[in-house]
């Protein structure tokens, strides 16, 4: 439809410049014609009064009369002596020559507006083509100079379209780049305890020992908490990861994090303080965002000393609730901060047996139920989580 509606524009536009030339040509022929009649007629009475001057008054009388005369009469009149109209065209050729003249410039005009419109979209197709192929061949860059005409609306969707394809074609490099990496990084997780259950066996070969047994529960233990956390990020790469979305009060949700990690509590004499709280409710998934909070006390537990205390606060507004978590320990060092939620990132003070995974696994979850997950340290002392979820 844009392409009949320009056709018709331009057939318009080409038909208006020739009307243009044909009245303006018509206008001066007949202002010239003016002139040449007004011009015969003061030297046709100069003569007859110059002959015959008692006749001066008669004349001045007829030709101010001349409008009100019948056409007929006068031709009626010539014609009875024999003389016919071409018989006093004495400009004739200069009549014809401005009709040609005329019609040259009408026809010079309508197909110059013609070639015009047709090199104008001719040099926009060539533009939007040479666009193209440099692109395929890696020679252009994604700008693209704006411009005006038939095909501009043509230009802009190209525009979008490779810009589109420019960010599929990044995205799916950083998503290859990230699969490598993150294959690599599994590659070595699995590596230890694999290495340390293939020397307990051979060890358990040459001296049986319950020892060696302990040793590879241990890894057995931790190769299935990597697997279950490998699937996991599987499922949020994949976007298969349902949640079933449910108004959960904080407190509730507090307690059972700190439920499911009391034997970790025991065995490092940690406590983790959660005090009584308004019920304050938020739409989220139980079980996973529950995870996510397990990982956060459990990363706090781990960088405490015994006899140290987690605590837990809870706050509203209008906006959303927040959650924070912290412990009484050294804190982040800087440096960590900004990497602290990269998957399979081990900061300085990290233990051997950590993985990398929890924190990375939490900020997903978190994000995916429309919160945020940051981290600081507190002017105080210890690492503190802050979790937001908003309510809109």
């Known amino acids: 439809m844009t392409g009949k509606r320009n056709r018709r524009w331009n057939v318009l536009l080409i038909l208006a410049v020739s009307l243009i ?24 009475c100069g003569e007859v009064i110059h002959a015959r001057p008692d006749m001066e008054q008669t004349i001045l009388e007829l030709v101010k009369e ?42 010079f005009l309508f197909v110059f507006t013609f070639w015009y419109l047709h090199r104008k979209s001719a040099v926009q197709i060539k533009m939007l083509t040479d666009y193209l192929e440099k692109i395929n ?36 490099i950083a ?17 230890t305890p694999i290495t340390t259950l293939s020397l307990s066996v051979q060890m358990m070969e040459a001296n049986p020992s319950l ?12 190769l299935t908490y990597l697997e279950e956390a490998l699937l996991l990020l599987s499922r949020i790469d994949a976007g298969t990861l349902s949640f079933h979305r449910r108004f959960v009060d904080v407190f509730t949700l507090l307690i059972l994090a700190a439920d499911n990690l009391q034997q970790i509590l025991k065995q490092s004499g940690v406590k983790i303080d959660i005090p ?11 079980d996973w965002t529950m995870e996510a909070i397990m990982n956060l006390m459990k990363n706090c537990v781990e960088h405490s000393e015994e006899g140290m205390t987690v605590h837990c606060s809870c706050e509203k507004n209008p906006l959303y609730v927040q959650i924070k978590i912290w412990d009484e320990g050294k804190g982040f060092l800087k440096e960590d901060i900004p990497q602290l939620f990269e998957r399979f990132y081990r900061g300085k003070a990290a233990k051997k047996d950590s993985v990398g995974i929890g924190l990375s696994i939490a900020k997903e979850i978190i994000e995916m139920q429309n919160g945020i997950l940051s ?7 210890g690492a503190c989580f802050e979790i937001r979820l908003y309510r809109h």
Do not use: C, P, W
């Open 21 to 44: 030339t044909a009245s303006l040509s018509t206008l001066l022929l007949n202002n010239y014609h003016l002139k040449r009649r007004f011009e015969l007629l003061g030297t046709f």
């Open 137 to 172: 061949t890696g020679k252009q860059g994604l700008l693209l100079e704006a411009s005006e005409g038939n095909y501009s609306k043509l230009q802009d969707e190209i525009y979008k379209t490779v810009t589109m394809l420019y960010q599929t074609r990044d995205a799916a």
């Open 276 to 286: 009584e709280m308004e019920e304050i409710k938020v739409l989220v998934d139980l």
């Open 375 to 381: 981290a600081n340290n507190l002017v105080t002392g």
């Open 66 to 107: 001349t409008d009100g005369m019948k056409q007929s009469e006068q031709q009626n009149f010539l014609q009875m002596f024999g003389y016919r109209a071409s018989d006093f065209d004495q400009d004739g050729g200069v009549i014809f020559l401005a009709i040609v003249i005329g019609m040259a410039i009408g026809s």
């Open 175 to 191: 998503a290859k780049n990230g699969f490598a990496e993150n294959l690599a990084n599994i590659a070595h997780q699995l590596k």
């Open 211 to 222: 020892e060696y047994v302990s040793q590879m529960k241990k890894q057995l233990s931790r």
